[in-house]
C-alpha cells in the first residue's frame, strides 16, 4: 500500500450494548438496549468538536407593544473531541439477526451530515472487499474512516488493514476504539477507551 493513497487513519468500534448474552450476536433480537442506545447518543462527543449555540436575548420594542428576540451565536466551552471526525462511515449491513450497527452510528453520521456505507454483509468476503477498497480507493486517500462492526470480526478487519496479530475483542467489552494509523505505510494499532458512559474503563 502506497503511502499516498491509503487512508490517514481507520477507527473501529462495536456496536452498543444489546439484550441478551453480549457474545452471541445473534441473541434476543436486532436492536441495541437502553445502555447501547445511550452508547450511541452520546457517540458523536467523540468526533464532533464543540459548536457554538444559539443566544437569544428579548427585548421589548418601544414601537409596539411586543418582544423581540435577538439571536447571536456564542462560543460553546468544552474539552476538544478526543478523536478526529471521520469523513466516511461503514456499518455492518442489516441482517435478520442485527441492525445494532447501522443504529449505533446513525446519531455520528447524523451529527457530521455523512452517509453511513452499509453495503458490507458480515462475512470475510465483504470485509475483504470493503477493506481493499478503504486502503487502495483515492477517495479515502489521506481521509479518516470509522467503521462499526460485530466484535467477532474486528480482528478480521484488522488484519485485513494490515495489522499482523490484532488482538481478539472481548464479546462482554463494548466501549473501545481500535485507531489504526499508518506511519510509514506500516499498520499500527492502539487500543483507545471511549469514556461514554458510567462504569466505561478509563484505560
Known amino acids: 500500500m502506497s503511502t499516498n493513497t491509503g487512508p490517514n487513519q481507520v477507527l473501529i468500534v462495536r ?3 444489546k439484550v441478551g448474552d453480549p457474545k452471541k450476536d445473534d441473541d434476543a433480537g436486532r436492536y441495541l438496549s437502553i445502555q447501547g442506545s445511550a452508547r450511541a447518543a452520546d457517540l458523536p462527543s467523540l468526533f464532533v468538536p464543540p459548536l457554538s449555540q444559539l443566544s437569544c436575548k428579548l427585548h421589548r420594542s418601544a414601537a409596539a407593544a411586543e418582544f423581540i428576540g ?4 456564542i462560543p460553546t466551552r468544552g474539552k476538544a473531541a478526543r478523536f478526529s471526525a471521520p469523513n466516511f462511515i461503514f456499518a455492518t449491513q442489516r441482517s435478520k439477526q442485527s441492525n445494532r450497527p447501522i443504529a449505533t452510528v446513525t446519531p455520528l453520521a447524523t451529527a457530521l451530515k455523512l452517509h453511513i456505507n452499509d453495503g458490507y454483509a458480515d462475512n470475510d468476503a465483504d470485509i475483504n472487499e470493503m477493506t481493499d477498497a478503504i486502503l487502495n480507493h483515492l477517495a479515502f486517500a489521506g481521509k479518516i474512516v470509522l467503521i462499526c462492526w460485530h466484535h ?6 484488522a488484519k485485513a488493514l494490515g495489522i499482523a496479530k490484532p488482538p481478539k475483542w472481548d464479546g462482554k467489552v463494548f466501549d473501545r476504539v481500535w485507531q489504526i494509523t ?5 499498520a499500527t494499532l492502539r487500543d483507545l ?3 461514554l458512559l458510567y462504569g466505561d474503563s478509563a484505560k
Open 70 to 73: 435577538l439571536y447571536r451565536q
Open 182 to 186: 499508518f506511519p510509514k505505510g506500516k
Open 15 to 17: 456496536h452498543g450494548e
Open 152 to 157: 467477532a470480526r474486528i480482528p478480521a478487519i
Open 193 to 195: 477507551p471511549q469514556m
